[in-house]
């Protein structure tokens, strides 16, 4: 498995501001998701941000909201641009090992006031 | 598309007995994993147990099991002999190769003791 770390672990922001997330880790992986899970929802996948290529965005997220940076195989940020309270959620980053398996951060927790 | 469907919003056991969360998925594909994620009140996802679809004998973790059904494109997991540990969300998921993951929309398991 991986050790992935994420920063914030939470935050509260006033609307119309914009939070940085940053997902660390601790070896070189291809393939990395960013997922939104809203209060008592599922996971939603937000983009897909592999090193070297743009990230590829999933129907209902665009960049101007969701700006990612994907500078190496072991970083990623994601931010979320001129927030409203709809964005209070779980931001988590996934990726993906040489099993094919999906591991995640513990996850980033946003409220909006 | 490919979906997943967890048809039961919650689950209750009984300590140190046995329950069976179901999932089914929809796809067109003949090769795909299929996973099991737990995710307590810390909010950290945690794998439970994956299959890959070309194998036909069921996965198990220690108390861990999944009846894995192909053709009826089912993936419930057991949970024997529960412990108090166990109450969390359950989120069945799916991911074909090099893709991203689609989960279901959680079961809610609470252990009584």
């Known amino acids: 498995s991986a050790v992935i770390s994420q920063k914030p672990s939470r935050d509260i922001c006033q609307r119309g501001t914009s939070l940085t997330i940053q997902c660390q880790v601790d070896?070189?992986?291809?393939?990395m998701f960013w997922y939104r899970q809203q209060p008592g929802q599922s996971l939603t996948l937000i983009a897909t941000?592999?090193?070297?290529?743009?990230?590829?965005?999933e129907s209902g997220f665009v960049i101007d909201k969701f700006p990612i940076s994907r500078p190496n195989l072991t970083f990623s940020t994601l931010t979320v641009s001129n927030m409203s309270p709809e964005d209070s959620s779980i931001y988590l980053c996934s990726v993906v090992l040489d099993t094919d398996t999906q591991y995640f951060g513990p996850g980033t927790r946003l409220t909006v006031l | 598309a490919q979906t997943v469907t967890q048809s039961q919003p919650e689950m209750s056991v009984q300590e140190a007995e046995t329950v069976t969360l179901s999932c089914t998925y929809d796809?067109?594909?003949?090769?795909?994993?299929l996973f099991w994620y737990k995710q307590p009140p810390s909010r950290q996802m945690i794998l439970v147990i994956r299959?890959?679809?070309?194998?036909?004998q069921n996965a198990t973790e220690n108390r861990f099991s999944v009846n894995f059904q192909k053709a009826a494109k089912s993936f419930s997991l057991k949970i024997s002999d529960s412990q108090l540990g166990d109450a969390a969300m359950y989120f069945c998921a799916y991911r074909r190769w090099n893709n991203d993951m689609r989960f279901g929309a959680g079961t809610r398991l609470t252990v009584k003791p």
């Open positions: 796809t067109s594909e003949s090769d795909y994993y």
């Open positions: 299959q890959e679809a070309y194998k036909q």
């Open positions: 070896s070189q992986v291809t393939m």
């Open positions: 941000a592999n090193q070297g290529s743009e990230a590829t965005y």
